[in-house]
């Protein structure tokens, strides 16, 4: 039983993909109303993206109320660079026989553009590859801490992550430019429920878990962030999947 989070896709394919690959199911938490049922469970995966070198909040309340089964687990966060300590302290909420970063696509646009395509495209051919490894040592219930966790990681999962979780979590910045022809996909895609319309626009609440999904994915492109995502790429893992691995 796998259950992932996900703003822009790269976490909700990698989960499927470690799902088809060990004959398991991925469940996206945030379609859960109740958990599925556990009698038969032979492991427990978790996949989600980093945030400021840390597992987002919604993945955190959610394991601090799994029951915590005696059974082979694992945890994989994709992450743009490096990962800090995110599943050292994940596992202290959720304990991992089996921690993996996977380097994937940076959708952090608010802090820099997109990567390049051509970088983007790499990164999706390595992380297939190291999917049907972890896949592998997963079948062979392996214990494995194959984590990027790059410098001052101490630092940034500890000090920086307290500061994004605490000042940078505004969903005020967010507005639609004149583009904006009121579609909704914002507003029913979003996982935390923080956008509604208003006068034929969305507006957004003043908090929300900054997956980045809606100004991603906005067909028109509409969407900014204050002044920091002006001239910016978008991305979404959509547009580089083929038909049948589409999420
Ligand atoms: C709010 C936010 C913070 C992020 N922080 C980090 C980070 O600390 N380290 C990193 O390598 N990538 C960071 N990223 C990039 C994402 O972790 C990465 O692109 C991830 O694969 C996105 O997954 P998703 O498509 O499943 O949402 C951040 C992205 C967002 C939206
Ligand atoms: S997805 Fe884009 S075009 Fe559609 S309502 Fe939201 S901002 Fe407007
Ligand atoms: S408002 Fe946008 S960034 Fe915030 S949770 Fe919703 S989709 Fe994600």
């Known amino acids: 039983m796998i259950f992932y989070f996900s703003g822009t896709g790269n976490s909700s394919w990698a989960a499927?993909?470690?799902?088809?690959?060990?004959?398991?199911?991925?469940?996206?938490?945030?379609?859960?109303?109740?958990?599925?049922?556990?009698?038969?469970?032979?492991?427990?995966?978790?996949?989600?993206?980093?945030?400021?070198?840390g597992a987002p909040e919604i993945m955190t309340e959610f394991v601090k109320k799994l029951p915590k089964l005696r059974v082979f687990t694992f945890g994989v966060c994709t992450c743009?660079?490096?990962?800090?300590?995110?599943?050292?302290?994940?596992?202290?909420?959720?304990?991992?026989?089996?921690?993996?970063?996977?380097?994937?696509?940076?959708?952090y646009i608010i802090g820099s553009d997109t990567d390049q395509v051509e970088e983007i495209l790499q990164k999706i051919t390595a992380a297939r590859t190291e999917l049907e490894r972890m896949a592998q040592e997963i079948r062979r219930q392996e214990q494995v801490y194959r984590v990027h966790e790059g410098g001052l990681a101490g630092v940034k999962s500890h000090l920086v992550n307290f500061g994004f979780n605490k000042?940078?979590?505004?969903?005020?910045?967010?507005?639609?430019?004149?583009?904006?022809?009121?579609?909704?996909?914002c507003i029913r895609n979003c996982p935390a429920h923080a956008i509604s319309l208003r006068d034929g626009k969305p507006?957004?609440?003043?908090?929300?878990?900054?997956?980045?999904?809606?100004?991603?994915?906005?067909?028109?492109?509409?969407?900014?962030y204050g002044k920091a995502t002006a001239g910016r790429r978008r991305y979404t893992i959509r547009g580089y999947l083929p038909q049948n691995e589409q999420i």
């Open 203 to 224: 507006v957004w609440e003043t908090q929300c878990f900054q997956c980045l999904r809606c100004i991603n994915e906005c067909p028109q492109q509409a969407i900014q």
């Open 167 to 185: 000042f940078a979590r505004s969903a005020k910045p967010f507005f639609a430019e004149d583009s904006c022809n009121g579609c909704g996909q």
């Open 16 to 53: 499927r993909q470690l799902a088809r690959l060990t004959g398991d199911e991925a469940y996206d938490i945030t379609h859960l109303n109740e958990l599925p049922n556990m009698d038969n469970v032979w492991q427990i995966g978790f996949v989600f993206p980093v945030y400021a070198w």
């Open 80 to 107: 743009g660079g490096d990962a800090g300590l995110t599943m050292k302290q994940f596992s202290k909420l959720y304990p991992l026989s089996s921690s993996y970063s996977l380097l994937m696509p940076n959708n």
